[in-house]
């Protein structure tokens, strides 16, 4: 039975055997064949080559895959054109093709066709104009350009005809700053530009064909001019001004300067800055008055002893359309007034603007209508090729930032792959094309990704699209405000000056600073009385004394800071707590600076002269000593001596005219207490010369005239006083008469120098004329006067206003120069009589900061003074130009310019000179140069 069984098998193994016969064999099972697009039907690709061992096998041939446009047919083992090729996308077909024999017993054969189409033209790029010209503000994802580019094989409908376009170098930092997309052509901001930076790019792309073998291309590039746009407000170096002052300060007194830039400057008007004091209260306006080109607050007048402090903004305001302006609060302290009891309400809690430097909001382009869908095929194609996306700092891991919207016109399944910027691997993309977030991102540690995609399809062809997706991270507040710098304790002296900055803190904030979020102010949670003593400059974060202190009365303050950011939806707050420990400091005496006394030849020895008088704040009833000053010289210490109680000085030897006509005495006023402290006052002593007789002052009288529209302040007229006397008896002094009428003591006023003011506004029809009676007086003993008189005629202020005349004027000045020197005087002249005719003068806004720096200009005079000194890299030349204006209603207006050329000196002017004959020098050596130049 088993014998039977084996043999059976053996005899159907011998069956099947002889049933399937041997495989066919080909040529090769992998083969390739390039063809022309053109070539005709029936045209032979490739012989497969194949064949069967087996006697009397036919073999035959079916397509697996890759026919699916029924372009290819099989006649005998060769594979030929069915019908001729359909200009297309495709250029690449791989064919399965499957050889079965009688048995069937199969063999697979791969053919990889390559369509090889012509590539005759280049791309052809074509810009609407170049150059391009955009403002600095332009925002983050803003269209600023689009090109054309055409080629010439697009009639085959070929990947020959089929353009792309990109930068030249994509790699390099500049590209980054635009984003280009490859397809349409249409170029996009990517950062915000600054014209200082840099004011013109030029960039250089590629436009190139599709063609797999030979591929042609064409350099194209586009320059773009970049003009100022950003007009920043001013900014100053401190927004929050204390100063101290007091009701004897003069006139004219500066308190102190601004010191305020604009980020626009050298631009035009929106770089030139004014200052304006930003107050419509009478009684600060009479009292304080601001340079409206440098900045220096200055007294109008002696402050009155009614309250014991000032606070009114100074607008800081450059010359935009619309104009950008910051303010300054500014306090005056009154420290000669008693600061406690009833204050006045103080305005430092109100609201002012301060400068705030934002960048232009981004434009979010995602939303931006796709691109028409091409009638091309193979090639995928996407929604767009260049999008700015904004992504908050605080957007989730796996939210999706973009949707390429890529489809593959044949169905091919896409793969996407991120080939470039993807720093930190903070994105993905998944297989749908959504590009998303892979890791948290921080707008403080990185702000964009400039992200290309690829988009590349599964057929044989392989074809690819690239997407450029530029990611801007938004700022959000996710950081409270941190003030640093500041000690738990700070001690400050008693006798620290009031304005003083006693501390200045730091506050920062880690979200971006060009934002709201990232800027920061600081001030008192409170108005208690605690901080009344204390005022913080909230920008900069100084801390000033606002008050004198006492320790006596206080002897430590404690105070909590507050700090916030500008966030306008959730500001973040933070605080501190700190005291300061005022420290007990004993006060030197106060004595007057300054005294004058005038004593005769003759008089004896023991004679009475001044007495110094010196206070103490520290105690009510001070003891207080005095002593001439050691470091007088010995005649003065031979000739005066003082009571050490009483600071009456005398006369301690006889005074000789001959030997000294004036005496500069030093007196020392003292206290005994440890340690101790002192203070120094002098009295200038003039001698009269026995032989000289004291002369009356002789003035001329004048008759003046004055429009009735004058203003207050206005120069009547001056006085022209002599006296023949010299030295001090021979200065004159000037007061209104008492027997002036009350109409003309309330309208008029002298000063020392003899300026006779206008203090009141005339009318016309009620005085015409008025006759001011002026006394004038020497310093004689005793002292003479004389009795002059001015006479001022009231003109109607319908008068015609003529302009002042301004010739132009040149000067030289050496460039040794220092500060204070006098440069010139711009001389104009005005037809007009009274008030209408005085002229006034302001510097020119469109000089150069060089000129504003160097430069000040008298606003009555008319004179040109140096505020810096000349050195090596000065210009050869300055045009000081100035505004010149009269005291009509309304003023006229004219320019005026002062030249002043910078005379330097020469290599061989170096000559050795004695000291003694130096002035002697310098006088010669300038006379000379003018005679020869």
């Known amino acids: 039975m088993k014998i039977s069984l084996v043999l059976s098998l053996f005899v159907l193994g011998l069956v099947t055997k002889g049933v399937k016969g041997v495989a066919p064999s080909c040529v090769s099972s992998i083969l390739s064949a390039d063809i022309d697009a053109s070539a005709p039907e029936d045209h032979v690709v490739v012989d497969l080559g194949c064949s069967d061992s087996d006697p009397g096998d036919v073999l035959t041939y079916t397509f697996l895959d890759g026919n699916t446009t029924d372009q290819f047919k099989i006649e005998n083992g060769v594979v030929k054109l069915a019908k ?117 790019y030029t960039l250089n792309m590629i436009a190139k064909d599709l063609d797999p073998r030979s591929p042609r291309t064409s350099a194209t590039s586009i320059t773009i001019n970049v003009v100022p746009g ?40 929106a770089g030139e800055i004014k200052y304006i004091l930003d107050d419509n209260d009478l009684s600060i306006t009479s009292v304080f008055e601001v340079n409206p080109s440098d900045g220096s607050l200055r007294l109008k007048s002696r402050i009155p002893d009614t309250r014991p402090f000032y606070e009114f903004m100074i607008k800081v305001q450059d010359g935009a359309t619309p104009s950008l302006y910051t303010q300054v609060f500014t306090r005056v302290v009154v420290t000669d007034l008693p600061q406690d009891g009833v204050l006045p309400p103080s305005r430092i809690n109100m609201n002012y603007t301060f400068p705030k430097f934002l960048k232009p909001a981004p434009v979010d382009t995602r939303q931006v209508e796709p691109l028409p869908t091409p009638t091309t095929k193979g090639l995928p194609y996407c929604s767009r090729y260049a999008v700015t996306a904004m992504l908050p700092e605080t957007t989730p891991i796996d939210v999706p930032v973009y949707d390429l919207g890529c489809t593959d016109p044949d169905g091919d399944r896409l793969n996407y792959k991120i080939i470039k910027g993807n720093v930190f691997t903070k994105f993905k993309i998944d297989i749908n094309g959504r590009l998303k977030l892979a890791k948290t991102v921080d707008a403080e540690k ?16 392989g074809f690819i699209s690239t997407v450029t997706v530029a990611v801007q991270v938004t700022n959000d507040n ?79 303050y404690e105070l909590t800071l507050l700090a916030r950011d500008l966030d306008p939806a959730a500001p973040r707050t933070t605080s501190t707590t700190f005291t300061i420990n005022v420290i007990n400091g004993n006060d030197p005496p106060i004595c007057p600076m300054y005294q004058r006394y005038i004593m005769l030849e003759s008089d004896v020895i023991g004679t009475d002269m001044t007495t110094v008088q010196c206070t103490d704040i520290d105690k009510p009833t001070p003891i207080i000593n005095y002593k001439i000053d050691d470091n007088n010289n010995g005649l003065v210490k031979a000739s005066f001596s003082i009571d050490g109680s009483a600071g009456l000085i005398q006369l301690k030897a006889l005074l000789n005219y001959d030997e000294a006509a004036t005496h500069q005495v030093k007196v020392i006023a003292y206290e005994k207490d440890s340690p101790s402290v002192s203070s120094t006052a002098t009295v200038e002593v003039f001698v009269i010369s026995s032989n000289i007789v004291n002369h009356p002052p002789i003035c001329r009288s004048s008759t003046v005239s004055l429009n009735e529209a004058s203003p207050v302040g206005t120069t009547v007229g001056r006085l022209a006083c002599t006296d023949s006397d010299p030295g001090i008896i021979g200065e004159v002094s000037y007061q209104i008469d008492d027997t002036n009428s009350a109409l003309v003591k309330s309208s008029f006023m002298v000063t020392n120098t003899g300026e006779v003011k206008l203090i009141s506004r005339l009318r016309y029809n009620q005085e015409k004329s008025h006759q001011v009676h002026v006394t004038a007086y020497d310093a004689g ?79 009555t005079s008319g004179e040109v003074t140096l505020k810096d000194r000349i050195d090596d890299l000065t210009e050869d030349q300055y045009d000081v130009k100035v505004i010149a204006y009269d005291g009509g209603i309304p003023a006229s207006i004219v320019p005026a310019t002062l030249q002043v050329i ?17 002035p002697l020098f310098i006088t010669i050596t300038w006379v000379l140069y003018y005679l020869l130049h």
């Open 446 to 461: 990185r702000r964009n990704w400039h992200l290309r995609i690829t988009a590349t399809d599964s057929s044989a062809n």
């Open 781 to 859: 003993i005793p002292s003479l006067k004389y009795a002059a008189l001015i006479v001022v005629n009231v003109e109607s202020g319908t008068n015609k206003n003529h302009a002042p005349v301004c010739p132009f004027k040149e000067v030289k000045i050496a460039q040794a120069s220092v500060a204070g020197t006098r440069v010139g005087v711009i001389e104009c002249t005005d037809p007009d009589r009274g008030a209408e005719g005085d002229v006034y003068f302001w510097l020119d806004r469109t000089v150069s900061r060089d000129v504003r720096r160097k430069f000040r200009v008298s606003s």
């Open 478 to 556: 996710d950081n409270s405000p941190q003030i640093t710098s500041l000690p738990a304790a700070i001690d400050v002296n008693e006798m620290q000056a009031v304005g003083s900055v006693i501390h200045t803190c730091t506050v920062i904030d880690n979200d971006k600073v060009a934002e709201l979020q990232g800027q920061t102010r600081v001030g008192w949670p409170n108005s208690n009385a605690v901080y009344e003593t204390w005022l913080v400059d909230s920008v900069t974060c100084k801390l000033y004394l606002a008050k004198p202190l006492d320790y006596e009365t206080t002897t430590s």
């Open 902 to 918: 910078i005379v330097k000196p020469r290599s061989n002017d170096a000559v050795a000179v004695r000291p003694d004959l130096f």
């Open 230 to 269: 950003l007009d920043n407000p001013p900014s100053c170096t401190d927004y929050l001004k204390v100063v101290a002052a007091t009701t004897s300060s003069p006139q004219g007194k500066i308190l102190t300067t601004l010191d305020c830039q604009d980020a626009d400057a050298g631009q035009g008007p």
């Open 84 to 200: 001729t090729i359909t200009p297309q996308i495709v250029y690449k077909y791989l064919l399965g093709i499957r050889v079965t024999d009688k048995t069937s017993s199969t063999t697979d054969v791969s053919i990889l066709i390559t369509i090889l189409y012509s590539n005759n033209h280049a791309p052809v790029v074509t810009w609407p104009s170049s150059p391009v010209t955009i403002t600095e503000s332009t925002p983050i994802g803003t269209r600023i350009a689009t090109c054309t580019v055409t080629d010439g094989d697009l009639s085959t409908n070929t990947l020959a005809g089929q353009t792309r376009v990109d930068f030249k170098s994509p790699e390099i930092s500049a590209a980054n700053k635009w984003v280009l997309d490859s397809h349409s052509c249409e170029l996009y901001t990517n950062q915000v530009l600054d014209y200082k930076t840099k004011s013109s």
